[in-house]
């Protein structure tokens, strides 16, 4: 017998909310009807390529950091329009969007954070940590979506579309102040060494929080049953 997945609730309570929902909406009605969602999702994922690509061609020259940003920011226009204008338009597929957006989100991360290490800017073993961690947040994300009905996409106020803004700046930084060295007691990292450690640290704490906080929920629920 076919089991259809549950319905649940978006939760997208991010910092940069009142300016990119608003923005989304507006984008949505002015895309042209040959614009699919597909056709975005088809967009942001080639985003993610450039980034990926533009990261490692910063071992040549430093102004491929330009290239990444924009990446960065195609990638932003088509994964996020996508379900806006599914919606807008409505012909929304819950099921098919939510398993070829998320497929995408695990390829695209992987691609993004790969393209991060084997630049001149980041030990290629933070990289990996926080790879590790963003994997791990997806799947808490996707088992509190199982079973909890909620599909929550931001904590504390981050989600994609910040981690996107952070990096944007700190290519900035980077291609201005140049890729700068600080001696510590654990050895030499760069500037992008400490950015890509505080997101690490940033996921696996939330990971650690998030997961005791809903599993004695849980507990608390299924005990009053």
Known sequence: MEQKAKQHTRINKILLGPLERPLLAWLAKKMPLWVTPDKLTATGFLGTILVAVSYVLTNQNHGFLWLAS???????????????LARYRKIDRPQYGFYVDHAMDGLREVLVM?????SPFVDFR???IALVGYMLMANLVYITTYVRGEFRISYIGLGPTEVRVILIITNIIMFFVGNLHVQTKLGTFTVYDFVILGLAVSLYSIYIVVTFINARQLAAIERKE
Do not use: P, R, Y
């Open 70 to 84: 924009l990446g960065l920011v195609i990638n932003w226009f088509g994964d996020s329009l996508d379900g806006t």
């Open 114 to 118: 790969f393209g991060i290490a084997l």
């Open 126 to 128: 933070l990289a990996l």
